[in-house]
């Protein structure tokens, strides 16, 4: 009695205060790009190389996607590693790094000076992400549990290193040539190495673990996900080889047949968790997270839409290529974050407020912490302003795409309400 | 699953107390949900030992969790001295949730 007890597994989790800051960031962040969006829809009209286009996606690609991503990370290492963060402080160091990077990178885009402003927001950004790596890798190696989830999490911070690197490159190029071609010609390699490498390796191997896990399900295929975590790599490394140095353009089908693939062994891992979960109810939060999986399909078909066009024609698309990034950035990228936004937050806010009082009274439940029809609401201007904006994109209508950013602003500040509300909750206890 | 006690007649009243405290995330009490794996009474020195797992380890609402734990075991035993530890040997697997939990989830 009382002896042999296994005690290894410790619950320390990464303290909310790390966290916190990267979701009001990020909230933040979609607030100004869909302002930004409202304002500038008429620059989506013309070609995709505009100071306001490029203001927004960063926005989208840094302030609202990055910024909630590292805030989850943080949250999430310990699970996938099964040990703690190695340091909060250098988590803090990131935050302020990329807090104060963006808004200078966006501010430069804006206005199009490509001198100091996005030279030093990009370096201030690289500095973050150095942190996060460091921070990241350091827990791995301590945990000694690497596992498919950690690994993905860490390339595609590698690949995120790669493409911020990338970026500099490209806004140093503007002032003195240090490339053999113009900046423009760099700027699907940049895109790419960031959607695919950060954005589509992170929410593969999160999401394999975060799905299953929420739908609580029996469903678990270590094999597939290394098959996704291969073929998105060795896809994203021919794709950078084949930019590099060839000019034959047919031979881009061969890395986007594997990243394709990646994609829809995910969707099938994801489509065998539903089936095989536990708890039938499939709360609004997760079934948001679930159409973000099916809206990866869209990018895929109009990059197949795009690759032909460049194989048939000399010119690029520009329209194609403008509804191909708002259908990653406001399509795939900002479902998943709506959705996982109220599948976490809740919980770190329901933990630094109620820690202390757990056991010792009724609680509201986590999802009590926010108001469940202002997220329906959110949820349903959401997939209209979507829909709208993206149809309004094809068929070159100003008064389409005025409609659909009124309505994806109105995403935004429903989005902010409920994140402010979580922010600020104080204690209530029966 | 069965929770190993040295005490029957005690190890039903704590897995009663055990039942008010909820998995957040889930809706499910730990006592269902198969975390709680041992009760053991030391009734001469007045001690309450408790071992518990997690659905996930190093997950963030553990510490939440077995705060409540311990504070429902406070409240069922006064004066014993409660101690309770974690342990992942063996890990939680969706087997170990009892038939009740599964209906409860199959509804929700």
Known sequence: ???????????????????????????????????????STGDLQGHYFHPHTLAITHTMALG????????????????LIEGPLYSNRLAY??????????????????????????????LLLIGAIICFL????????????????????????????????????????????????????YLSLHAHMGIVGWFLLLVTGVGSRLIPMFLISKYTHTKTLWWIFMLINTGLLAFVFLFLYTNSRWLFVWPLLAIAAAIVLFGHFCFRAYQERIRKKVDEPMQLSLLSVLLLLLPILLLILIVVWLM??????????????????????????????????????????????????????????????????????????????????????????????????????????????????KATIV | ???????????????AALQDVVD???????????????????EHAGKLYCSMTLTTQFCPMGDSITSAVKERLKLAFPGYEITCELTFDPPWSHAMISPEGKEFLNEK
């Open chain 1, 1 to 39: 009695m009382f002896a042999n007890h296994d005690n290894s597994g410790t619950a320390t989790t990464t303290s909310y205060r790390v966290v916190l800051p990267f979701y009001f960031y990020a909230a933040i962040a979609f607030l100004v790009a869909t302002v930004l969006l409202f304002l």
């Open chain 1, 64 to 79: 609202w996607g990055t910024m909630i991503i590292l805030g989850a990370s943080h949250q999430l290492v310990p699970v």
């Open chain 1, 93 to 122: 160091l990131s935050f302020l790094l990329a807090a104060a990077g963006i808004p200078l990178l966006v501010y430069g885009f804006y206005v199009f000076d490509v001198g100091w402003p996005t030279q030093t927001g990009a």
């Open chain 1, 134 to 185: 460091i921070n990241l890798g350091t827990s791995m190696v301590q945990s000694k549990k690497e596992n498919i989830h950690a690994l993905s999490v860490f390339t595609a911070s590698l690949w995120l290193l790669a493409t911020a690197v990338v970026g500099l490159l490209l806004l140093c190029n503007f002032s003195q040539p240090l490339l053999p071609a113009g900046s423009l010609s």
């Open chain 1, 312 to 425: 048939l024609s000399p010119a690029v698309n520009s329209q194609l290529v403008i509804a191909y990034g708002f259908i990653v950035f406001f399509g795939w990228i900002t479902a998943i974050v709506l959705g996982m936004t109220f599948k976490t937050l809740p919980f770190i806010v329901w933990n630094k407020v109620y820690h202390d009082l757990a056991g010792k009274g009724k609680t509201p439940n986590p999802k009590d912490l926010f108001t469940q029809a202002v997220f329906n609401w959110m949820g349903l201007s959401y997939v209209a302003g979507f829909v709208v904006f993206t149809t309004g994109l094809f068929l070159q209508q100003a008064g389409i795409l005025q409609t659909g950013s009124v309505l994806l602003l109105i995403t935004a500040v429903l989005y902010n309400w409920n994140v402010m509300k979580l922010l600020i909750h």
């Open chain 2, 1 to 15: 699953m069965n929770v190993i006690t040295n005490n029957t007649l005690k190890s039903t009243v704590a897995l």
């Open chain 2, 24 to 42: 957040p995330e889930i809706g499910l009490n730990v006592v269902d949900l198969g975390l709680i794996y041992q009760l053991d009474f030391d």
